[in-house]
């Protein structure tokens, strides 16, 4: 099997974590998610904002807090 180059990895990461973003920012204006789903959700929402900030992509920020705040909590 081949491997990802870093390039195409990080590239498949950014993409999973906005397609993750869209699917979570639906689920936020949603009454019938379940309580821990939005808690779990939530962690990973602000997991994957550290990561972005740290690798420089800090321009999507005020967003991921958004959902964040949306999430509840």
Partial sequence: MARLSDED????ALHSAFGLLLV????????????EIRE???GHVSAI???LV????DWIKDELEA?????GG
Avoid: I
């Avoid at 979570?24 to 309580?35: C, I, L, N």
């Avoid at 959902?67 to 999430?71: D, G, N, S, T």
């Fill in 9 to 12: 990895m990080e590239r498949l």
């Fill in 24 to 35: 979570t920012k639906w689920m936020a204006g949603r009454s019938d998610v379940a309580p």
């Fill in 40 to 42: 779990r959700l939530k």
């Fill in 49 to 51: 904002e550290g990561v």
């Fill in 54 to 57: 740290a690798r420089g992509h």
């Fill in 67 to 71: 959902v964040e705040a949306q999430l």
